[in-house]
């Protein structure tokens, strides 16, 4: 058993990169350039595309980026500091404990237990059910513009242009992607204006990447998988001191760059408000924004909704964030 679930992880390493370059000159496009520093490729969470069946596939052998894991047949499991044996224990995880799935090599599953990071054994972490994240918010208001379709395969319509806001410098990205719904355009406002409420002193980040007005995938160059349908975007991570007129750059954060309460004060907002479907964000920052997060009250209960079921680690998001709202309620043919 263990055996073929080793021989169907390395199958697919080996293959996909091959379909992915046989797609992509069926099509005629240019391959991704994974050197770009905004790269991004959320396909390991997502399922985009033809990666469905290999995400599928992974499922069905018990792991998935993110998901929740239980301890199960052990009265404790060793969290080791790397992915084998030879690694020294740095924490005992009790039965019945739950962790979050970050990554598996072979039998040995990286894990989050509670912002302890380390590496456990697969043979005793057995797969939770999906955690109620709630149902939507409900939006502000009906609007004229229209998601259709998912953010890797979709389109925009009725476009909604980002207005200017004390908050964030809008970058000129060169790529015109500064649409989105009305919706996203309301929850991006929002979570600012929270930001500079609780923090005054907040830096200004840069909004990025949103969408093209017409959505989809334009010509040139687009660093992004996603990004088609106005509910993705793309904003540099706050940090103790930014430029004011051009933001905070696209430089790459660490736990102490960071400026993690005003993080979280952006997230906060899109959390608690349920308009969050999914927030890439890479997860060496987890620590200190849960840190930010229960200095602002919040329980370890409502943290693991959150971190895990909605904050997902996709490589490439240690210089920026990317925040996917969920499908306005009255666009009939958005799909998540
Ligand atoms: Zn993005």
């Not at 979280?264 to 959390?271: F, G, K, R, V």
Request: net charge negative; glycine share 8%.
């Amino acid at each position: 058993m263990e055996r073929s679930l080793h021989n169907a992880t390395r199958m697919r390493s080996v293959t996909r990169p091959l379909l992915l370059v046989l797609l992509a000159a069926c099509v005629g496009e240019a391959p991704p350039d994974i050197d770009d520093p905004e790269w991004e490729d959320e396909s390991e969470v997502e399922g985009i595309g033809n990666d469905e069946a290999a995400l599928n596939a992974d499922m069905s052998a018990g792991f998935t980026i993110g998901a929740k894991l239980r301890v199960c047949g052990a009265d404790g499991l060793n969290q080791r500091a790397g992915a084998g044996a030879e690694f020294a224990v740095q924490a005992i995880i009790p039965e019945d404990a739950e962790v979050i799935g970050l990554e598996r090599i072979d039998k040995w599953v990286k894990n989050d237990w509670n912002g302890t990071i380390g590496w456990s054994s697969n043979n005793y972490l057995c797969a939770v059910g999906a955690p109620a994240v709630g149902t939507p918010g409900t939006p502000p208001t009906t609007s004229g513009s229209e998601s259709v379709n998912r953010p890797s395969a979709g389109s925009l319509r009725n476009a909604v242009r980002i207005g200017e806001h004390p908050g964030y410098v809008v970058a000129d990205t060169g790529r015109a992607a500064t649409y989105g719904t009305a919706e996203t355009m309301y929850w991006l406002g929002a979570a600012f204006d929270h930001m500079l409420a609780e923090q005054p002193t907040a830096q200004r980040p840069q909004v990025r990447d949103i969408s093209v007005q017409a959505g989809g995938r334009p010509a040139g160059a687009w660093p992004h998988s996603s990004h088609h349908s106005g509910r993705d975007v793309d904003i540099t991570y706050p940090t103790a001191s930014c430029d004011p007129t051009t933001g905070c750059r696209l430089v790459n954060v660490s736990p102490t760059t960071i400026d993690a309460t005003a993080t979280w004060l952006l997230l906060e907002t899109w959390l608690t408000s349920k308009v969050a479907h999914r927030i890439f964000i890479d997860s060496s920052l987890y620590p200190v924004l849960r840190t930010a997060a229960r200095a602002r009250g919040y329980t370890n209960a409502q943290l693991a909704q959150w971190f895990g079921p909605v904050i997902m680690h996709v490589s490439n998001h240690l210089n920026h964030l990317h925040v996917r709202f969920r499908c306005p309620a009255d666009d009939r043919s958005c799909r998540p």
